[in-house]
């Protein structure tokens, strides 16, 4: 079974930058697909940003130019390092991980995805 657990969230102001990061059990970011998912209350989920197995990314428009995605495959772990942290970005991050290596073009809420982290939260102020 594999277990996602996120860190790193915070507080920060507009402006700000924070690193998130998932460490999965096992190693899979080198054969998964690996996704950063976001939900903020009263919205559905969104997907963040993406990465393939060989390590293709895609992000969210929004957040194009501000986040970056990237992995560690000997240390197991993901990351989201983002910048210039904007209040509408505030949510609860999730870290998710399919199975098939080419993440989905068309499954923006990750429906398809087989494993989720517990969260981590994000909150920026203005």
């Known amino acids: 079974q594999v277990q996602l657990v996120e860190s790193g969230g915070g507080s920060v102001q507009a402006g700000g930058s924070l690193r998130l990061s998932c460490a999965a059990s096992?190693?899979?970011?080198?054969?998964?697909?690996m996704g950063w998912f976001r939900q903020a209350p009263g919205k559905e989920r969104e997907g963040v940003a993406r990465?393939?197995?060989?390590?293709?990314?895609m992000y969210l428009d929004s957040v194009k130019g501000r986040f970056t995605i990237s992995k560690d495959n000997a240390k197991n772990t993901l990351y989201l390092q983002m910048n210039s942290l904007q209040p509408e970005d505030a949510a609860m991050y999730y870290c998710?991980?399919?199975?098939?290596?080419?993440?989905?073009?068309?499954?923006?809420?990750?429906?398809?995805?087989?494993?989720w982290g517990q969260g981590t939260q994000v909150t920026v102020s203005s």
């Open positions: 096992g190693y899979i970011l080198s054969s998964y697909c």
């Open positions: 998710a991980a399919n199975r098939f290596g080419n993440c989905p073009k068309l499954d923006p809420r990750g429906r398809t995805y087989n494993y």
């Open positions: 990465m393939d197995s060989d390590g293709s990314t």
